[in-house]
T-cell receptor, first 109, second 115 residues
Framework: GQNIDQPTEMTATEGAIVQINCTYQ??????LFWYQQHAGEAPTFLSY????GLEEKGRFSSFLSRSKGYSYLLLKELQMKDSASYLC??????????FGRGTSLIVHP | EAGVVQSPRYKIIEKKQPVAFWCNPI?????LYWYRQNLGQGPELLIR????????DSQLPKDRFSAERLKGVDSTLKIQPAELGDSAVYLC?????????????FGEGSWLTVV
């Protein structure tokens, strides 16, 4: 089975940097995904990590440490439109992504 | 390229009534998923198809839920009879590759309210 843990809610100020953490326990590992989900909408793909290290994509970066069962999503230069839920999903031995509960990020002026 | 298409977008039904959801995956994607998402939770897998074969349906409540993917393209998910606890968003997703980088793409979801 898999166990994924991420904070329920975070708040940050427009223009700032925020880091959303995700810890996991899994039998078999074939990658970790981050998705963004705005209220009332479907999740949209942000990033995929399968090797240790940092993957940067514009204002968003994602980090993975397989030995620690740990990942984070880093959002820079926060904008109001970044207010959303951020879902961490782990792809285990079966290659099926299992999702965490999501972290609700609130960006305020 | 068209994304994953789902219908209906919203459905309100009385308990004990049947309901069906339809999904058309991204063209060429052989893997199709149905997830259920409750408010404030992450999506939970109900069933996964590889082409027309259901390869993982351990989380599907088989007493009232059924799914099919005839011809390995479109899929339908049915609930009969619906219960109050079935109120949720039903998300269809698809992917094209089993293995590393198996990124799944979601449809807009079908929002079910059972009253």
């Amino acid at each position: 089975g898999q166990n994924i843990d991420q904070p329920t809610e975070m708040t940050a100020t427009e223009g700032a940097i925020v880091q959303i953490n995700c810890t996991y326990q899994t039998s078999g590992f074939n990658g970790l995904f981050w998705y963004q989900q705005h209220a009332g909408e479907a999740p949209t793909f942000l990033s995929y990590n399968v090797l240790d290290g940092l993957e940067e994509k514009g204002r968003f970066s994602s980090f993975l440490s397989r030995s620690k069962g740990y990942s984070y999503l880093l959002l820079k230069e926060l904008q109001m439109k970044d207010s959303a839920s951020y879902l961490c999903a782990v792809q285990g031995g079966s290659y099926i992504p299992t999702f965490g509960r999501g972290t609700s990020l609130i960006v305020h002026p | 390229e068209a994304g994953v298409v789902q219908s209906p977008r919203y459905k309100i039904i009385e308990k004990k009534q049947p309901v069906a959801f339809w999904c058309n995956p991204i063209s060429g994607h052989n893997t199709l998923y149905w997830y259920r998402q409750n408010l404030g939770q992450g999506p939970e897998l109900l069933i996964r198809y590889e082409n027309e074969e259901a390869v993982d349906d351990s989380q599907l409540p088989k007493d009232r839920f059924s799914a099919e993917r005839l011809k390995g393209v479109d899929s339908t998910l049915k609930i009969q009879p619906a219960e109050l606890g079935d109120s949720a968003v039903y998300l269809c997703a698809s992917s094209s590759l089993q293995g590393s980088g198996n990124t799944i793409y979601f449809g807009e979801g079908s929002w079910l309210t059972v009253v």
